[in-house]
């Protein structure tokens, strides 16, 4: 089973910023990497597929990168609606989820 | 719209059985694969299920292979989930999620595109 890392656990910004998430996989996914998004009390939205694909309904500002084993979401600039928990997850080996990254407000 | 609804949650004791469904619409529902997703309070989701458009592949998550049953019903756009054997740390927020593609074992680039709100399970005596 492929272990997801993420980091940080929390990310504290203010808005406007740019936030740089990380996923690393314990071994090669490809490019075979989702990411989504929790606001508390709602359920996960996709944002990102295939590593850097945006799904529909997803803005611009939010940004995938990466192959193989380390990934990363970029939030450009932070709009209020973004703080929120993000989780990526991988379906080339079995089918996991990360850990998590709470991005907070400074 | 595309919308997944859950039922049958609720509270049930250590050992003891519970089926929860899911009730889907605004999308052709035989073209796509469905999944249960599960999420124990402050922790993050867990694949538990998925089966495939015609119903004829499905896995399980180890945690609960051997005790927990997919299924679906195109004819009435439902997918259920028979939860037996249930453990204490069976108890989450489970999920009915819809995949992007037809199966999920072979299409890697797929996702989890469409999400339910969720049915809580509580497992307690």
């Known amino acids: 089973e492929v272990v997801l890392t993420q980091s940080p656990a929390t990310l504290s910004l203010s808005p406007g910023e740019r936030a740089t998430l990380s996923c690393r996989a314990s071994?090669?996914?490809?490019?075979?990497l989702a990411w989504y998004q929790q606001i508390p009390g709602q359920a996960p939205r996709l944002l990102i597929y295939d590593a850097s694909k945006r799904a529909t309904g997803t803005p611009a500002r939010f940004s995938g990168s990466g192959s193989g084993t380390d990934f990363t979401l970029t939030v450009s600039s932070l709009e209020p609606e973004d703080f929120a928990v993000y989780y990526c997850q991988q379906r080339s080996n079995g089918l996991t989820f990360g850990g998590g990254t709470k991005v907070e407000i400074k | 719209e595309e919308q997944l609804v859950e039922s049958g949650g609720g509270l049930v004791q250590p050992g003891r059985s519970l089926r929860v469904s899911c009730a889907a619409s605004?999308?052709?529902?035989?073209?796509?694969?469905m999944h249960w997703v599960r999420q124990a309070p402050g922790k993050g989701p867990e694949w538990v299920s998925g089966i495939s458009w015609n119903g004829l592949i499905v896995d399980y998550a180890d945690s609960v292979k051997g005790r927990f049953t997919i299924s679906r019903d195109n004819a009435k756009n439902s997918l259920h989930l028979q939860m037996n054997s249930l453990r204490v740390e069976d108890m989450a927020l489970y999920y009915c999620v819809k995949d992007s593609g037809p199966e999920w074992i072979g299409y890697p680039r797929d996702a989890f595109d469409v999400w339910g709100q969720g049915t809580l399970v509580t497992v307690s005596s």
């Open positions: 071994q090669s996914v490809s490019s075979y």
């Open positions: 605004g999308f052709t529902f035989d073209n796509y694969a």
